[in-house]
T-cell receptor, first 111, second 114 residues
């Protein structure tokens, strides 16, 4: 059974810093991997989706990498801003219709 | 184009009552998923539906829980005879078609069982 782990559970950084969030998964036979953002009391917003054949995806200040063989993904956020404060979730798809989620990293960017 | 709409946002039920959670997917989306998020836990897959069909219900408890996505109207997640352990946030997500994997999530329904 696929298990997804995110470390750290919480992270506080001063505004302007670059940061890396980590995600690991136990079964490398994945369909794709997604990073989501969840704000308190709200749903999830998809940030980046990496297909199993890809190694990274970029969107603005965000860059996500995927290393299937080692079962790891990272989300890099450049020049962090207070508006980036949220919980970031990593989710691994083992088929076309099932996502396994990590428990998230709660990010606080201090002005 | 409205996003995925879930209602109610908050639902309070007493033990033994029924809870009905509604989800209207984004316009043009025919694939709906339900997830449950317990406090301090990750989202857990419950069920995947297409119009009038349940495709995968492997994450759904065998008893008291059911889901439907009729030809017309929203998808419904029904929990009968609720217990305190059912208290959680229930999220619905949708995507357009097979192969278009980007999921759009609703804001969730927070179910509290007294």
């Amino acid at each position: 059974k696929q298990e997804v782990t995110q470390i750290p559970a919480a992270l506080s950084v001063p505004e302007g810093e670059n940061l890396v969030l980590n995600c690991s998964f136990t079964d490398s036979a994945i369909y794709n991997l997604q990073w989501f953002r969840q704000d308190p009391g709200k749903g999830l917003t998809s940030l980046l989706l990496i297909q199993s054949s890809q190694r990274e995806q970029t969107s603005g200040r965000l860059n996500a990498s995927l290393d299937k063989s080692s079962g790891r993904s990272t989300l890099y956020i450049a020049a962090s801003q207070p508006g980036d404060s949220a919980t970031y979730l990593c989710a691994v798809a083992t088929g076309a219709n099932n996502l396994f989620f990590g428990t998230g990293t709660r990010l606080t960017v201090i002005p | 184009n409205a996003g995925v709409m879930q209602n109610p946002r908050h639902l309070v039920r007493r033990r033994g009552q029924e809870a009905r959670l509604r989800c209207s997917p984004m316009k043009g989306h025919s694939h709906v998923y339900w997830y449950r998020q317990l406090p301090e836990e990750g989202l857990k897959f419950m069920v995947y539906l297409q119009k009038e069909n349940i495709i995968d219900e492997s994450g759904m408890p065998k008893e008291r829980f059911s889901a439907e996505f009729p030809k017309e109207g929203p998808s419904i997640l029904r929990i009968q005879q609720v217990v305190r352990g059912d208290s959680a946030a229930y999220f619905c997500a949708s995507h357009r078609a097979q192969g278009d994997e980007k999921l759009f999530f609703g804001s969730g329904t927070q179910l509290s069982v007294l």
